[in-house]
């Protein structure tokens, strides 16, 4: 299975996780709220994944620990920020795709929890520059 068929099945995976979240808590809550429960959802799935990754960030050689953090990193494959705003704004679509390129990644979701309808909140963003990577160890 190539990196972008893995990593469109494990949007799924999210996604469906993220609905069943949003269906029994709504719109309205804190990010972190959403954060916990989207984990723990994950897990009920049998998913693998981490929290609060570091974002590796370079600059012509010079590594910089600027403190970058990803919400949650599935499978190391698939890169996932939790929003709970108003609105999804140009800086969180650019936020994710900065990640997804310093991370190597081709795939990133973002899923802002604070709308009535949970599709109307959730972004996937591609990064056309990833290049080829291990797949995920089993």
Do not use: W
């Amino acid at each position: 299975m190539g990196t972008l068929d893995l990593g469109g099945r494990l949007s799924g995976v999210v996604i469906g996780a993220a609905l069943e979240v949003h269906r029994a808590l709504g719109p309205g809550l804190l990010e972190s709220v959403y954060l916990q429960c989207l984990g723990h959802e994950l897990e009920r799935r049998e998913v693998k994944f981490r929290r609060e990754v570091p974002v590796p960030v370079s600059y012509r050689g010079l590594k910089i620990g600027a403190g970058y953090r990803i919400d949650l990193f599935v499978e190391d494959e698939l890169i996932v920020e939790v929003k709970a705003q108003r609105s999804i704004e140009e800086v969180h679509l650019a936020q994710v795709l900065t990640y997804l390129r310093c991370m190597n990644k081709p795939l990133g979701l973002l899923i802002n929890f604070d709308v009535p309808i949970l599709r109307q909140g959730i972004r996937r963003v591609a990064n056309s520059r990833a290049g080829p990577t291990t797949p995920p160890k089993r």
